[in-house]
């Protein structure tokens, strides 16, 4: 058996499996392939290739801009580096809401133009049409709750979400919907540790907590975060991990004082 053959994959039944046996599931964001090994060969259960690439890989303020076809070249390229993790792609805004035919049309090209193994949308009951559409071709989803940064200007700021009683009794209802109509898996974003342990405990599927608490069934960072990459952003929820900011600063300011004083390269680094 070649070594290609002996990884197994990690599949949506897996993370299932997990939930049952209280095995907690690892999912980071990536969006390149470089990353998406190293991140692949630490033994990461999920990648998703987030829409937060809009905000860490392209500057902007916000995840809508970012266009499917952006969404699919990162997919590729996170694809082309992650052998043995499950690889969810966020559908980006514009893609999916309002309309059952643009959405199936748009998971549809996910699939089959980048070889992930799954998509993500935010929202509840107001995409359950689309959410149907997408699964009864066969395709896995993982929704998302609480706070959806594709409506950040419906709700006006990235504060926590469903701390009033309407909210959270919306939330669990959507949660519940979005599982009877086949979704693998819910995230569960910057909601109060006590809805978020309630919403896990009603569903036979996993759910994965961002600024969610301890008791969801697995956790999920957005990778640049974590990692200290971007290193203005530091909500509560986020452990960073290290700081490569500072890291990539210091050697950049070596590699320059080597080459202005002639230290770089030596003889030995020359043909
Ligand atoms: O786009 C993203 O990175 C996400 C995570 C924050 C869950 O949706």
Known sequence: MSAAAEVKRITTATLQKMKASGQKISMLTAYDFSFARMIDGAGIDVILVGDSASNVMAGHETTLPITLDQMIYHAQSVVRGAKRCLIVVD?????????????????????????????KMEGGEEILDSVKRIISAGIPIMAHLGLTPQSIYKFGSYN??????????????????????????????????????????????????????????????????????NTEFRPRFLRQYLNIHEQVTGAVKQYIDDVKSGGFPTDAESY
Do not use: W
Request: a negative charge; proline letters at 3%.
């Open 91 to 119: 559908m980006p805004f514009g893609s999916y809401q309002g309309n059952g035919d643009i959405a199936l049309a748009s998971a549809i090209r996910i699939m089959k133009e980048t070889g992930a193994h799954a998509v």
């Open 160 to 229: 926590v979400r469903a701390k009033e009683e309407a909210e959270a009794n919306k939330l669990k209802k959507d949660a519940l919907l979005l599982q009877d109509a086949g979704c693998f898996a819910v995230v569960l974003e910057k909601i109060p540790a006590t809805l978020a342990r309630e919403v896990s405990d009603s569903l036979e599927v996993p759910t994965i907590g961002i600024g969610a608490g301890a008791h969801c069934d697995g956790q999920v960072l957005v990778m640049h975060d974590m990692l200290g990459i």
